[in-house]
Structure formats: C-alpha cells, structure tokens
C-alpha cells in the first residue's frame, strides 16, 4: 500500500472536495445570482424569483385562487429558509447537500428529492457500467487490431470506416437506432426500462426483460463512444510496435496471436484508463439525453421531467449527483492507477 | 514535441540527396505531394463543413426563409416523392416536407444549421483564448500561478458543462445563441489550458527558448514569437475538439428543451419532432433530416480533427 505517496493522495483530494464545493456553490448561486443588490445594479433586465412566491403560484395556478394567502407566503418563507441571510442560508445548503438532503420536490410535493433520486440512480449505473465496459472491451480491442500488422485487410477498411460514427452524439445514434430497430424492424421495444406485462422483482422473466429493454440506450452509447477508446489504443499500440520487446518477441519466433495480446496490447491498455478520467464527464451528459429519449428512468429522465415541471430542488438535486458521481469516479481512476501500472510514480 | 514538428520540417532536406537524379521540377512535385496539410482527410472534413455554411449562405439567398417561422404548406408532408401517412404526396413547394404545424423542413435547416456552427465556432474562440492565456501564464511563470491555474483546471473539467447549463437554463429561461455560447465557453477552457501548460513547460527548457532567454528577448518575444508558433496544430487539434464538445452540449440543451426559444435551431427541431411523437407516426424525414445533417457536421469536424493529428504527428501518416 506504501506506493502512493502522502502529497499525491492530498493533492487528488483536494481536487475531489473543491469539485464537489464549486459544483455546489454554482448550482446554489446560479438561480439566485439576480438577487444580489449589486448584480442588478450591473445587470439590468434580469429578475429575482422568489421560491416561496413561485411556490405560492403554483398552488393558485392549480386551485385557482388562495386564501389567506400573505399567510402562507411567510409560511413558506419560514419553511424555505428565506427570512434568514443569504450567509446563512447557504450554510444551510451547503450542511444539507453534504448530508445529500435536496429538500422536498416542489411537482410531486411529500416526496423527498433524495427519495427520487434513490429511485432514478440505479437504472442509470446499471446502463452506463454495462455501456462503459462494452464500449472500452470492443474500443481497445479494435484500435489493437488497426495498428497489428496481421489483421485482415478487410477489417482495417472496415475499422476506420465506422470510427466516422465517434463523433456522433449518442442522442443522434439513439435515435437513429430507434427508427431502424424498434419503429421499422421491431426487433427492440421503443422505451421504457421493461415490459409492462412484467412483475419487477428477482426473477429471469423480469430481468429479461430489463436487458431485452436496456439493449439499444446500451448500443447507441457503444455505437458512440468506442471509437474514442480505439483512437487513444491506435496511437498507444504504434509506440509499442516501435519498442524493443516488441522486436525482441518476434525474434523469439513467438506466436503472433501471443504477441498481440500478453506483450503490446497489456502494455498500451494501461494509459487509456487515465484517458477516462478526462472523458467521463461528457460520457455522462450523453447518457442522460439518451435516457430522455428511450424514456429510461434514469437520472436524464429524472432531470428532463423536472425540467417540463420546474421543479428545481429536483434539477439541483440531479445536477449535484451526477457532478459528485463524475468527480468520484476521476478520483478512484487516479488512486487505483498508480497499483495497476508500476511504471507510474507519483511525486518520487 | 517540438522535436516532431522539427522532424516533419526537415524531412524534404534528408529526402534530397536520395533524388540527385531527378530534376528540379519533379523534386517540387514530390516535395508539393510530401505537404503535410495536403491531408485527404483533412480537406474531406473541411469540404463538408464549408458545403454546410455554404448552405446556410446560399439557401438565404435562393429559399423563403420565412417559412422558418409561418406554418405556410400541408402539415407532415414528406419530401419531393414520398407519401405520407394521409397518402399525400411531397411536392416541390417543399422539397425536403414539413412538419406538424407546416413549417418547412429545408427552411429550418438553412437557418438552423448555420446557428449551430456560430455557437461551436464562437464558444470554442472564447475558450482558446482563455485557454492561450491561462495556459501561458501558469506555464511561463509558476510557482504559486500555476497552481492555482491547475487546480483550477483539474476541478473544472470534471464537471460535465451540460448540467451546469442545465440549472441556468432552468432559471432563466430563454436565453439568446450569443449568451448561450458564451456560457457554453466557461466550461471548454481547461483542455486547452492544461495543453498549453504541459507543452510550455516543456519547451522552457528546449535550447532555441534558451537561446531567445540569453539573447535577452522579453518574455512577451518568447512565449508569442518563439513558442506560439511551435503550438499551432495543437492549438488548431485542440480548437476543433472544442467545436465539437460545445455543438454536442448547445444541441443537448436544445434536444432537452432549453435552447433558445425564438431562434431556429437544429437540437430544436429534433425536440419538437420527439415530442410531438414523429418516431411513432414515421415522420422521418422531420427529425431525420436535422439528424443527418448534425451527423455530417461532426464527421467533418472528427475528419478535420483527424487530419490535423496526421499533420502535427508524422508518426500516424504511414497508416
């Protein structure tokens, strides 16, 4: 365990509690910038919207009028924490979104944001592992097999030939692979997490049906994102051909498979999971438009009905996870890199 | 680096003495030939990007672009030949149809098109510069600087701009192209900061920065005259892939329903088309279109990207 070195391990927490305090900050400030006396001096135009007067409008607009109304406004108030000073308030937030309390949704009312979340989050780590790991096994794979010198010459025209899909949003292939499976061929259902014929619980009939449903919000994140990782494995796998090793184990007489697999790609492999770290943020922005459109009841969802209903506790609530979920995963990347490539030493 | 842009430079004068034969006019040929930036791939990606600008110029001059606004045909009428669900066939009047309220299709994509490049184009500029900048800065100087600009960098690009700009969308409400690509432009400046820094600090130690140092050039001379110039593919690379993130971010805010309203945009129409169920009714050709034509426009920039790789790195030319 002595490998990774005192300073690193600070400096890399450091990273990850100023990620999570900046996203907070800015998802705290930003509804609210138009409050402060000064921004108005600057800014002309732009309004500040009371929560508590929005919430109160929301009733009327629903009941059609409100009785007594100046007294649930500093009801409200009370509730929302809005007599107090802005320094305070934020204190507040700050306390709560550390304890991971958003507070209660404004559009489905008792429930807490938490509790809804709880609900979205694991569809959406069950899609993204599973995406995540098809794409980096077929990206690698691929990117090896443009740089060996043995590949069948149809595969290394075929290969760059459906890398011209990596720059696609996966929003754009989600709907592509839609029309083409679900509308024209009906191999695939349309959206939705599972059959509405089937019982959620642990059986094979419902799990099934999760992986029958999960097959192409999975392909059109794979379809996307493979080519990223078979472009980083290109340029790793054109130094290592260079190497000496590599040389070496031909004149050694070993067999080409042998070659590819335990002496090129285990050696070009390693940097590419550092090359993750950078890529995970918009990973995850693709994924939550992709659950908009197939309906999944993920975070995008989650994010995108709160969006229609503005309920923003439900928005900061969605926005702040994701960001944590983001700048943890970069976190655990950069402290288990160091145990799997020994080349690695960190401030030595 | 820099030793590889050194290498692409010198490649014509180590050629020469193996060509004693030829004449001179052939060695321009084959050195013309050997011109990295004649790259297939790069002028492929450039032609697609200029054939959607010149879309957007031309299709203003010869097509009513006010159909963008006025449902003015048959509402879900396919394109020129293909009949819709009501067995009506697409006429000339719009030749790529329209949607559910009439609006036309080919109009949309002349005004909208062009929106979404000018919101890649001008929140990546923005970030360039702030990322020439800060990139220079904690590179050149050090020390307390450039710790700052690096952990400052490291937080940022973790956070996915998208949903940032998802909790400003939702408070402010309608924003205009300009505000929504400089906003998009505080998130895309990392990357080019952290690679301005690492190739600075490789290139203070290289002789010819050395050189420039003890000749006593200010350090202005140095780092716009003598390092800037070393950077240019990495700055060109690094450019388009911000084009690209800020399109794919601009058209996630616009498929989730936050773009700008009043604009014609090409994440807009595709929001429209989801919601008003053109997958189920078949209306292909109302989000399809606006697809494909997104799709083209990140082939080209991936191409343009792509060949600049091949430019900057020699390495990657013999395959």
Redesign the interface.
């Known amino acids: 365990m002595g490998r990774i070195p005192l300073s690193y391990l600070a400096n890399r927490l450091?990273?990850l509690v100023?990620?999570v305090f900046?996203?907070a900050t800015?998802?705290w400030l930003?509804?609210r910038?138009p409050c402060f006396s000064w921004v108005q001096v600057l800014f002309q135009g732009?309004t500040c919207?009371d929560p508590a007067d929005a919430a109160l409008g929301r009733m009327a607009a629903g009941g059609g009028s409100v009785a007594d109304s100046d007294a649930i406004l500093a009801q409200l108030r009370t509730t929302y924490g809005l007599d107090q000073s802005y320094f305070t308030q934020y204190w507040l937030y700050l306390a709560n979104t550390l304890r991971l309390d958003f507070g209660l949704s404004t559009a489905s009312f008792p429930t807490s944001v938490a509790t809804m979340i709880g609900y979205a989050l694991p569809w959406t780590l069950g899609l993204m592992l599973i995406s995540l790991v098809i794409t980096f096994f077929v990206g690698n794979l691929l990117g090896a097999l443009?740089?060996w010198e043995r590949t069948p010459r149809l595969w290394k025209a075929a290969i760059p030939a459906a890398?011209?899909f990596?720059?696609?949003?996966p929003?754009?292939s989600g709907?592509?692979l839609?029309?083409v499976f679900s509308?024209q061929l009906r191999w695939f259902p349309?959206s939705g997490p599972y059959a509405l014929t089937v019982e959620p619980g642990w059986t094979f009939d419902f799990a099934s049906s999760v992986l029958y449903h999960g097959v192409l919000p999975a392909m059109s994140i794979v379809v996307v994102t493979f080519g990223f990782w078979a472009?980083g494995m290109?340029?790793l796998m054109?130094t290592v051909q260079g190497e000496d090793y590599t040389t070496l184990a031909k004149a050694k007489g070993l067999r080409p498979r042998y070659i590819l697999y335990r002496y090129m790609i285990r050696n070009a492999i390693l940097p590419q999971i550092t090359s993750f770290?950078?890529k995970?943020?918009?990973l995850?922005?693709?994924q939550?438009?992709v659950e908009?459109?197939f309906a999944y009841p993920g975070m995008g969802k989650l994010?995108?009905d709160s969006?229609?209903t503005?309920d923003?506790p439900v928005?900061?609530g969605?926005?702040f996870v994701?960001?944590m979920m983001?700048?943890l995963s970069?976190f655990l990347v950069d402290l288990i890199y160091p145990f799997i490539d020994p080349r690695i030493r960190h401030g030595g | 680096m820099n030793q590889t842009t050194e290498k692409s430079a010198a490649a014509p004068e180590t050629a020469a003495p193996d060509m004693a034969g030829l004449s001179r006019a052939q060695l321009r040929r084959m050195r013309r030939f050997d011109n990295p930036w004649r790259n297939p791939k790069l002028i492929l990606g450039a032609t697609l990007l200029l054939s959607i600008i010149a879309l957007g110029l031309l299709g203003r001059l010869f097509w009513d672009v006010d159909m963008v606004f006025t449902g003015s045909g048959l509402p879900r009428q396919g394109p020129v030949g293909v009949e819709n669900l009501r067995g009506q066939v697409g006429t000339w009047a719009h030749p790529l149809g329209t949607d559910v309220t009439g609006k036309d299709i080919l109009a949309l994509l002349i005004i909208g098109a062009p929106n979404s490049l000018y919101v890649g184009v001008l929140a990546s500029l923005i970030g360039m510069s702030l990322g020439i900048f800060l990139g220079f800065t904690a590179g050149y100087t050090g020390g307390r600087v450039d710790d700052v600009i690096r952990v400052g960098s490291d937080v940022m690009i973790t956070i996915p701009p998208l949903l940032i700009l998802v909790v400003v969308q939702a408070a402010y409400g309608d924003i205009t192209l300009t505000m929504m690509a400089i906003l998009i432009a505080c998130f895309v400046w990392q990357s080019p900061t952290r690679l301005i820094r690492a190739q600075v600090l490789s290139m203070r130690e290289s002789g010819y920065v050395q050189m420039a140092r003890l000749s006593g050039a200010s350090s202005g001379h140095i780092m716009f005259r003598e390092m800037l110039p070393n950077l240019v593919p990495y700055l060109f690379g690094s450019f388009i892939a911000n084009v690209t993130t800020s399109i794919v971010t601009a058209v996630g805010l616009e498929v989730l329903g936050l773009g700008p309203q009043r604009v014609p945009t090409l994440g807009r129409v595709i929001y429209d088309a989801i919601n008003s169920g053109a997958l189920i009714q078949n209306l292909w050709w109302w989000w399809g279109i606006p697809t494909a034509l997104l799709a083209v426009m990140f082939i080209g920039l991936l191409l343009i990207n792509l060949g600049l790789d091949e430019v900057s790195n020699p390495r990657l030319r013999r395959l």
Do not use: D, K, N, W
């Open positions: 450091l990273t100023l990620t900046i996203a800015l998802i930003i509804p910038f732009l919207v443009m740089v890398m011209v990596t720059s696609i949003p929003i754009l709907l592509l839609m029309y509308t349309l472009l290109r340029g054109i770290a950078l995970i943020g918009l995850v922005a693709g939550v438009l908009r459109i994010l995108y969006i229609l503005q923003y928005i900061q969605v926005s994701i960001i983001t700048a970069v």
